[in-house]
């Protein structure tokens, strides 16, 4: 307990050297000790990601903005929502001009959603606030270190507010990619409202893995009638990265791209049953660092 409580101070201190930082970090969240030199479940390997891989790249794909021109490049432009402005301060954020319904994201971290369905109902002034509040921000410092955060521009993003007949919220299609292949889908339903969670396998099979902290959908999920295509789409974009989770939504039968993830839940989260985290961890093979470099900067291609 002291020691738990020692270490819910010190992470507060963002000023300790990033691997110091990250072992607290870890230990605090997940009650177990973290090996950066021979991790073995899946979020002891997230925690070394953050530290050890570091190509520039990822400062891209962890943009909500730049990761589009990636996108488009790797896949085409049809898998993008649609953009409707981008604001490099939220002072040029003009609500007047945007639809009944948009989104505005900040770009450089996650959390940041305004979701806009009725503009007659937008309280104008607390939402100035909170972008404001968003632009001030920055992901690295803000949670655990997560290296492709921190030089992120801070900017904000309007887009088409997305819909779906008959459900208030769309299902967020996660898939987790190792070395380009994805091995299993996280799907979030009632994201913001009811929030629950569920996990199937890329023939469709639901699997018994949940997470400690989103309830359990108990029901069963309709394959989506894209879903083959949605799997081509992950491992596109995945291509060449040891890891990455690649979010996808499905709209009457058309893939979406949502945005890519290098750390799920900040390592903060585990698997259960237990298993998991050293099954998972086991799809994880994580590249050797050249010798003679301290960090991977740059990715092995074909």
Known sequence: ??????????????????????????????????????????????????????PKI???????????????????????????AVYDRSSEVDFDKLPDQFVIKGVHGYHFNLIVKDKKKLN??????????????????????????????PRLIAEKYLEEMGKEVLNDYKFFCFDGSPKFVQIDIDRGSKNSRCYYDMEWNKLDLYTQKIPYYEGEIDRPENFGEMKIVAQKLAANLPFTRVDLYSIQGKTL??????????????????KYNKIIGDYFVLPEIPKGQKYITSLVTD
């Open 257 to 274: 791209f949502g945005e890519m993830t290098f750390y799920p839940s900040d390592a903060r989260n585990s698997f259960l049953p237990e």
């Open 58 to 84: 990822l400062n891209q794909l962890v943009d909500k903005y730049a990761v589009k021109a990636y996108v488009e490049d790797k896949i085409g432009k049809q898998y993008l929502n649609e953009t409707l």
């Open 124 to 153: 104008k002034i607390k939402s100035r606030y909170l972008l404001k509040k968003w632009m001030s921000k920055n992901q690295y410092y803000r949670g655990g270190k997560e290296w492709a955060y921190k030089d992120v521009k």
């Open 1 to 54: 307990m002291v020691k738990k409580i020692l270490y819910g101070l010190l992470k507060k201190f963002k000023f300790l050297p990033q691997k110091t930082f990250i072992k607290i970090y870890y230990e605090y969240y997940s009650g177990k000790k973290l090996d950066l030199d021979n991790p073995v479940e899946f979020y002891e390997k997230i925690s070394w990601y953050k530290v050890f891989f570091r």
